[in-house]
């Protein structure tokens, strides 16, 4: 037979995956559980995580790393949070929508009242630029090193130490937003 | 402020890091995953070979109705979508549903707005739509930007829009944006409205888009067949570009049909614009246009009998069939022959019937190209001059003093026929006008005289003036030599019929005879060689005292047919090969499920360097499968049940997981080296490979747990490797190193024996670099009036030669030089099949010596090629 494509090899097996299932499920797990602040979503999103590896080649899931896996699990975990959002925004506008139309008020950010500290800031982090968010997750929720985070998403610390800044600011502002709304709304 | 709001983040983000299970929870969390990921994937996971679990995919469609409801949870919605990239199942039923909520969108309540606020909107928005239209106006944005390009007004059957390498099912009411591609399957009918409000009605197999300009949109067509009800277009024209021809119209009612062999433009109403290498046809109702010389025209009636508005199309077009007509004739050759006063007085049970044109005439020219012919090859005048050659000149010569000592004698036709009288055995006889009947009675003896000198004395044929004169001899043959009427026949009671026909100027019966019928309207569009068979008379003959069985009778492609015509003649100066089958009734079996000739898109994948291709156009897998279930449980011999059985047993639906899943096209080609093993592929029509794929997976789980079984134990693996988007599948049996990989690209499943060959397939569909639009292959197109073909078989030639040349040149071979003189020859074969409700056509524009000598060469050099082949292998 003449030349294959290279990247067609041995179809991933039991034993690799199982290997990366018992090594790194319990990282994903909390991770995924922290951002999103349910079990199930966690659940679901190791599925996720690990349904993509199968379909992904050998070699593929030999260069698979525990970092590679974290970030894996912020960024599913910030879509996630980003999806809910986004009905939630857009059910709430619809009520105070309805409110306007009957006089009754107008507090379009009414939902987020709701959320606890957590949820507020996770969903602060899903409005942020991708990046961004990734970082402050890795950098101060997950706790790795500017030099460990620098290396994960292939960049350089002192990038790293900008981007951070740049999303606590951003962060500290819409809270800060929130915040007054909440007051003015209590 | 800000301080506080500080210490709210770092208070959330201890919050954060502190929310999370405790190490019972997350092994009890990562525990449950672990079987789902099993679950979704089959079980276990490393055989990637096993069925994919059928519970996965249908956990995933029952969340769909939550997920486009919006109720689905984040989580869920994200493995969900996940799951439909790559699941056509799922994103049909989402698109359904989708759909289906279109329609009461329009009758949602509307929110109140105060009436200042909505007539300074009104206002200020005409103000900004002005502006913004004469802006892109300008800058060339606005015609081709539109959501609703084309909007679905009904259909039945399967109708798809093809996205990059995704095919997605549309549906009434489905709206698509310019330069969305849009194909219908066989079987299928749809009506599409544009932006102007012109109508497409679409014939099975049409493959589409429109894009957008200024001047009115334009319909591009890729194949297929439209009728196109244009709305009045202002200003601007409607047009659709087929490749080979630009059509331009403003408000009229048409048809475009394109496929392999050329366009075909007919016009219904008002007036049609056709445009080709910068000349402009004008064309008015009743009028057609075919964009190559092959393609016959057809009647305009016939090209649009397939719409749902066909009566009212063919009260149009009948105020002008004169015209028609007059186009009809164009066509014919004064070369040929419309009509045959012979033929009517044949009797009424002929059952073959022969024509040929006047070939005694035109002996001295036919000798002499064939001695200036063999003058011109050595080789061949080596063995012409040889001791054995020239005993064959001596008989030639022979025959040379018969024939030119009848040159203007006959007429410009001979006609052979086989008749049978009274219930008699068949007799045959030979017709031909006489012009000179002293010459040929004087030609006749003379040749008796030759035949008796040779054969003691036997006078093989006895000359008579009258077949009722009394006291005739009994030789074998009769030649009677009547008034300008010649006819030869063992039988003195068939040429009395004969004789009595022509003495009353009237028929022999022949004429009331469905056959003269078929012989008649060949007649109509010229003949020179032909060959008419009334096929049950012929059978009857053939198995005479044979009951057929009923699975005899099902199967049996001659069962319904009622005649056949093989024909050769030039048309426009090009040889036109055919055999046409016509249908007595709706035929069963094989004939029945070959497709009318349709677009085959599997031919896109071939390039125009192949070396062979093939390919046929079925029927919907389904109704084959229907049809051939239907026709076990009416036999009633356990074979309805025992397929019943077998798919209990292997726990498969063969009907819906399987049929349903293929479309009615599949192409065989050689396309590539052909050492050190042919690069042969294989394309295959699929409308649902992901449930075809699963059915797959499950099959080879089955086999392999069989073999498991089994004395050897060898196994098919199936592995998977994405390529570009798409999954490329590779299937090897253990117990030889023999590995197929597959791929399903726009609706089709490609095999090859490499990777390679599927790509550069792929390559070839997606540039346009292929067989279709190669000139070579067009120009070895047979004509006739179909666009497309419901089958089709091709060759290289030369492509073939230069790879025996090379192998015997590399053996030093020289015995095989000739080879370089069959250069000379056609480079290419073709011949296509197409199937109409009431006959089957077998076509070619090649002599059947091209197809035969290439599979001399082949055979020849089989061998060589196996040695060859074993010698490159590595």
């Known amino acids: 037979m003449s030349a294959q494509p290279e990247h067609l090899t041995e179809p991933v097996s039991s034993a690799s995956l199982k290997d990366l299932y018992e090594q790194h499920s319990r990282m994903i797990l909390s991770t995924a559980w922290r951002i999103t602040g349910k079990s199930d979503d966690a659940e679901d999103i190791l599925q996720l995580i690990f349904l993509r590896l199968l379909k992904s080649r050998s070699s593929d899931l030999e260069a698979v790393t525990g970092g590679y896996l974290r970030r894996a699990a912020v960024n599913a975990s910030l879509d996630i949070v980003r999806n809910r959002g986004k ?19 107008d507090n379009p950010e009414e939902i987020l009242r709701s959320h606890d500290l957590a949820d507020a800031l996770c969903l602060a982090l899903s409005r942020l630029n991708k990046r961004a968010a990734e970082v402050f997750v890795l950098r101060e929720i997950e706790g790795l090193t500017n030099d460990k985070t620098a290396e994960l998403l292939g960049t350089t610390p002192n990038t790293v130490t900008v981007t951070l800044h740049r999303a606590r600011t951003s962060l500290l502002e819409t809270l800060s937003s929130w915040e007054g709304l909440s007051e003015r709304t209590r | 402020m800000k301080k506080d709001t500080e210490k709210l983040l770092e208070k959330a983000v201890e919050q954060v890091k502190g929310r999370t299970g405790d190490s019972e929870q997350l092994n009890q969390s990562a525990s449950r995953a672990w079987q789902e990921i099993e679950r979704h994937a089959g079980n276990p996971v490393s055989q990637s070979g096993s069925h994919v679990s059928e519970t996965g995919c249908a956990r995933f469609s029952r969340l769909v109705p939550a997920y486009h409801n919006g109720t689905l949870d984040e989580a869920q919605s994200t493995l969900l979508r996940e799951h439909m990239r790559e699941c056509f199942s799922c994103k049909s039923k989402l698109r359904r549903l989708q759909s289906a909520e279109k329609a009461p969108a329009a009758a949602m309540p509307v929110r109140r707005t105060p009436a200042w606020l909505k ?122 570009l087929t490749g080979d021809c630009d059509v331009a119209v403003k408000g009229t009612i048409f048809s475009v049909r394109h496929g392999l062999k050329g366009s075909r433009v007919s016009v219904v109403e008002g007036e049609v614009w056709v445009k080709k290498n910068g000349d402009n046809t004008v064309l008015n109702a009743g009028q057609q246009y075919t964009s190559r010389a092959g ?40 070369e040929l022959r419309y009509n045959s006063g012979l033929a009517r007085l044949l009797p009424q049970d002929t059952f073959i019937y022969a024509a040929a044109p006047n070939v005694v005439d035109r002996a001295e020219s036919f000798f002499q190209a064939v ?35 009848l040159e203007g004698v006959f007429g410009d036709e001979f006609i052979m026929a086989v008749s049978r ?56 043959l009769l030649a009677w030599c009547g008034d300008g009427l010649f006819a030869m026949s063992p039988s003195l009671e068939l040429l009395q019929q004969i004789a009595e026909a022509d003495g009353s100027e009237g028929t022999g019966g022949f004429a009331e005879n469905p056959l003269y019928e078929v012989i008649a309207s060949q007649y109509d569009q010229g003949v020179d060689w032909i060959l008419a068979v009334d096929f049950p008379s012929v059978a009857d003959l053939a198995d005479a005292g044979h009951e057929m069985t009923s699975d005899e009778e099902f199967v049996n492609p001659f069962r319904s047919i009622g005649s056949m015509i093989a024909k050769r003649k030039l048309v426009n100066g090009e040889p036109e090969n055919q055999i046409i089958f016509s249908f007595t009734e709706e035929p069963t079996g094989p004939l029945a499920w070959l497709a009318e000739p349709m677009p085959m898109g599997a031919m896109d994948f071939v390039s125009p360097d192949a070396c062979i291709a093939a390919g046929v156009s079925m029927q919907d897998p389904v109704i084959i499968l229907d049809e051939m279930l239907e026709y076990m449980a009416d036999a009633d011999d356990g074979s309805y049940e025992e397929f019943a059985d077998l798919q209990d047993e292997i726990g498969l639906d063969i009907r819906n997981d399987i049929a349903a899943s293929m479309g009615g ?24 490979e992901t449930s075809l794929q699963n059915s797959i997976e499950y099959l080879l789980s089955m086999a392999n747990t069989a073999a498991e079984a089994g004395e050897d134990g060898h196994q098919l693996v199936l592995q998977k490797s994405p390529v570009g988007g798409s999954t490329l599948y590779s299937l090897t049996y253990t117990g030889s190193d023999i590995t197929v990989y597959y791929m399903f690209v726009r609706g089709y499943m490609i095999l090859a024996p490499e990777y390679s060959i599927i790509d550069k397939a792929i390559q070839y569909q997606s540039t346009g670099y292929s067989l279709v639009n190669s000139p070579d292959f067009i120009a070895s197109l047979p004509s006739g009036e179909s666009v497309d073909l419901s089958a089709f078989y091709y060759h290289d030639f030369r492509s073939i030669l230069d790879t025996v040349k090379e192998m015997v040149n590399t053996d030093g071979v020289e015995a095989f030089s000739f080879l370089a003189d069959m250069e000379d020859g056609p480079a290419q074969f073709m011949s296509g099949l197409y199937r109409t409700d009431s006959e089957l056509v077998i076509s070619s524009n090649n002599d059947l010596q091209d197809c035969l000598s290439i599979l001399g060469v082949v055979g020849a050099f089989a061998d060589t090629w196996e040695e060859k082949a074993e010698a490159i292998q590595p």
């Open chain 2, 371 to 405: 001695e200036d012919a063999i003058a011109d090859n050595p080789r061949l005048s080596e063995g012409w001059n040889s001791e054995e050659g020239l005993e064959l000149q001596s008989h030639l010569d022979e025959l040379k003093n018969v024939v030119y000592g």
């Open chain 2, 295 to 334: 393609l016959a025209p057809r009647a305009v009636a016939e090209e649009v009998a397939w719409s749902r508005n066909s009566s009212e199309y063919l009260e149009m077009l009948a105020a002008v069939s004169d015209l028609h007509r007059a186009i009809e004739n164009v066509v014919m050759s004064e």
């Open chain 1, 87 to 105: 009905h939630q925004e857009q059910s709430s506008l619809e009520e105070s929508a309805a409110l306007r139309d009957t006089g009754s008020g």
């Open chain 2, 119 to 240: 007539w300074g909107s009104i206002a200020a928005g005409l103000m900004l739509m002005v502006l913004a239209a004469q802006f892109m106006f300008w800058a060339g944005m606005l015609p081709g930007i539109s959501a609703d390009a084309i909007t679905v007004n009904s259909m039945q059957g399967i109708f798809y829009s093809l996205s990059g390498r995704e095919i997605m099912p549309v549906s009434a009411g489905d709206v698509f944006s310019y330069g969305e591609t849009l194909k219908t399957g066989p079987e299928t009918a749809a009506v599409v409205t544009l932006r102007d409000g012109s109508e497409l009605e679409l014939a099975p197999r049409t493959e589409f888009d429109v894009v957008g300009g200024w001047q009115g949109d334009t319909v591009r067509l890729n194949r297929g067949n439209i009728i196109i009800r244009a709305s009045d277009q202002g200003s601007g024209r409607l047009k659709v």
């Open chain 2, 665 to 688: 096209e599949a192409l065989f080609a050689l396309d590539g080296a052909l050492l050190p093993s042919p690069a042969w592929k294989v394309i295959l029509e699929v409308y649902d």
């Open chain 2, 421 to 476: 009288i009274t219930d008699s055995d068949p007799l045959p006889v030979i017709l031909a006008e006489s012009r000179d009947n002293a010459t040929l009675v004087a030609e006749i003896e003379a040749l008796n005289d030759r035949i008796a000198e040779e054969s003691e004395g036997i006078r093989p044929f006895a000359v008579i003036d009258d077949p009722f004169a009394d006291g005739l001899p009994d030789p074998p």
